[in-house]
């Protein structure tokens, strides 16, 4: 049996090794009902942290469950002999379990940059692995719960390159920062409650949804004690006004929670706190920061243009990725399960949102 340790070394081996893959991000999950299947192939070599839910669907009495590998499988997906083995391993699992379906999402290319523009590059190896899950049975998965697209920064230069490649507005907010008199401290566990707090003010600001405090306290505070977590805090005379939480693994970091006040935001902490984190990121030995997010749609009808149009200004190369695919080992129920989902969805954010409210008015 695998421990800890062996997996995380073999897991930061393998292209594209994901924070999401880590033995860590499974064992809090374990806790929250997903219940670890590590798949290891190292012939190949290749790795899928698989998480297993339990389900209730419809008036159904029996047991059903869901196979999730968040940004897995880990493989080189360039090959299609490697590939083809890793999609049948995993086919034969979701049936032999009794699984209703298999979600992958792994981090394939389908390009880079903006479609239409000219940086755009469009990724053979995407458009290859697209067809072959179609012509497999797999589907386009209604529920992405990671980000299809997002934008990442080159860390391997020097900070004489990183300013050079951002854009004119951003060089300046971030020097308004350091003059308005925003500081960067690094954070640590006493101020986890903090940050949350904090975290709240901003889900309910920009309307998305979040876990009540003991999940944050979890992941950020076991990736922390790991030395793969590090928060940090914007300031103005000693008061927190923006933070965030930078995660690192295997040569790559990523910005995964992010949070402001309304406070001194004139004072742009946001800029100098992305630069302080380019800065940690790059002395914990990362070559790359992923900014965690990038719009669907590359215009302002997405939701995520303003957000995108910050990270963009930092220098952000787009990656655009082939997203979440589910093969339906079981495809009557999982057409049942994929009716049910939307409204499913909607009533436990709903919820979550006033839980949230709730917190930060008390």
């Known amino acids: 049996m695998i421990n800890a340790a062996e997996w995380d070394a073999a897991v930061a081996r393998l292209p594209g090794a994901n924070i999401l893959q880590t033995w860590n991000w499974s064992r809090i999950k374990a806790d929250y009902g997903w219940q670890p299947l590590p798949q290891l192939w190292p012939e190949l070599p290749a790795a899928a942290m698989l998480l297993r839910r339990n389900i209730r669907l419809g008036g159904f009495s029996a047991r059903l469950s869901i196979l999730y590998a968040p940004r897995g499988p880990l493989l080189d997906w360039s090959d299609p002999a490697r590939r083809a083995t890793v999609l049948d391993q995993l086919q034969a699992l979701a049936r032999r379990t009794g699984a209703i379906f298999v979600k992958i999402d792994p981090e394939v290319p389908l390009g880079t940059g903006i479609p239409g523009s000219p940086d755009a590059v469009e990724d053979s190896t995407g458009a290859a692995l697209v067809q072959e899950l179609t012509q497999r049975g797999w589907r386009y998965s209604q529920e992405q719960i990671q980000f299809r697209n997002t934008a990442v920064l080159d860390l391997s230069a020097d900070e004489d390159a990183w300013l050079a490649r951002m854009k004119q507005k951003t060089r300046y907010n971030l020097r308004l920062a350091q003059r308005k008199g925003v500081t960067i401290r690094r954070g640590t566990a006493a101020d986890l409650d903090m ?168």
Do not use: C
Not at 216 to 226: H, L, N, T
Not at 251 to 276: C, T, V
Not at 309 to 317: S, T, V, Y
């Open 195 to 362: 940050l949350y707090r904090m975290y709240a003010e901003t889900s309910v600001r920009d309307g998305f949804v979040i876990r009540p405090l003991e999940y944050y306290r979890a992941v950020w505070g076991s990736f922390m004690e790991q030395g793969l977590a590090q928060p940090l805090i914007a300031e103005v005379e000693g008061q927190p006004i923006a933070g965030l939480v930078l995660f690192v693994f295997a040569g790559r970091a990523w910005y995964m929670y992010g949070m402001s006040r309304e406070a001194h935001r004139d004072k742009m902490p946001n800029y100098l706190l992305q630069w302080e984190a380019m800065r940690a990121a790059r002395a914990a030995g990362a070559l790359s920061y992923d900014l965690w997010g990038a719009p669907d749609v590359f215009d302002e009808s997405d939701s995520m243009w303003g957000v995108f149009r910050f990270k963009d200004g930092l220098g952000a190369q787009v990656v655009r990725t082939l997203g979440a695919w589910d093969y339906p080992a079981r495809p009557t129920l999982y057409n049942l399960y994929t009716q049910i989902l939307p409204r499913l969805l909607d009533v436990m954010r709903s919820r979550g949102k006033e839980r949230t409210r709730r917190e930060v008015s008390a």
